[in-house]
T-cell receptor
Framework: SQELEQSPQSLIVQEGKNLTINCTSSKTLYGLYWYKQKYGEGLIFLMMLQKGGEEKSHEKITAKLDEKKQQSSLHITASQPSHAGIYLCGAVLNAGGTSYGKLTFGQGTILTVHP | DAEITQSPRHKITETGRQVTLACHQTWNHNNMFWYRQDLGHGLRLIHYSYGVQDTNKGEVSDGYSVSRSNTEDLPLTLESAASSQTSVYFC??????????????FGPGTRLTVL
């Protein structure tokens, strides 16, 4: 099973709708990163969360970290076609030694936004 | 502007051939990573390096090798290409290893097909 599970695996919404993507870890989180990927392109860094209860926003995208649940959520308000793509969460699941700095990724969530 | 580049962007090769994928970054980052992206598996770590002459195996390192002779480059070599290595390969780099400063920045990817 995956150490980092994303849900849902795919999401289709109408433009203007709100949506939430979840990322749940089976291990302690030492840092949680959200990326966006357009088809055929590389990953673009969105934001990083480290402390429990931390919340960050960029334009219409808000990410939160629930330390107790070992979970992060990514919320998009009033979605637009430009939000379409693959959203991936990456986490630091090990602290110290040669594992320090490695990211484990979820399988990704494919978001489609219909105009 | 500093950046991370990968070449070639697309490659078709035959089973058994040796293939080398290039990754070059101009940020002067110490840390560099190679991932492969496959449907249903998300991003999986192949090899990583924390500095010149340092290399470490990731979770899917069999059949791959890397070498780090300078800060800017981390080439990935497939010793004897197999059809199972058909994938999209991403290179990433980071300045620090510790969160929250350990954000990884990704190249545009190389799509490799092994026939």
């Amino acid at each position: 099973s995956q150490e980092l599970e994303q849900s849902p695996q795919s999401l289709i919404v109408q433009e203007g709708k709100n949506l939430t993507i979840n990322c749940t870890s089976s291990k302690t989180l030492y840092g949680l990163y959200w990326y966006k990927q357009k088809y055929g392109e590389g990953l673009i860094f969105l934001m990083m969360l480290q402390k429990g209860g931390e919340e960050k926003s960029h334009e219409k995208i808000t990410a939160k970290l629930d330390e107790k649940k070992q979970q992060s959520s990514l919320h998009i308000t009033a979605s637009q076609p430009s939000h379409a793509g693959i959203y991936l969460c990456g986490a630091v699941l090990n602290a110290g030694g040669t594992s320090y700095g490695k990211l484990t990724f979820g399988q990704g969530t494919i978001l489609t936004v219909h105009p | 502007d500093a950046e991370i580049t990968q070449s070639p962007r697309h490659k078709i090769t035959e089973t058994g051939r040796q293939v080398t994928l290039a990754c070059h970054q101009t940020w002067n980052h110490n840390n560099m990573f190679w991932y492969r992206q496959d449907l249903g598996h998300g991003l999986r770590l192949i090899h990583y390096s924390y500095g010149v002459q340092d290399t470490n195996k990731g979770e899917v390192s069999d059949g791959y090798s890397v070498s780090r002779s300078n800060t800017e480059d981390l080439p990935l070599t497939l010793e004897s290409a197999a059809s199972s290595q058909t994938s999209v390969y991403f290179c990433a780099s980071s300045e620090f290893r510790d969160s929250p400063r350990g954000t990884q920045y990704f190249g545009p990817g190389t799509r490799l097909t092994v026939l």
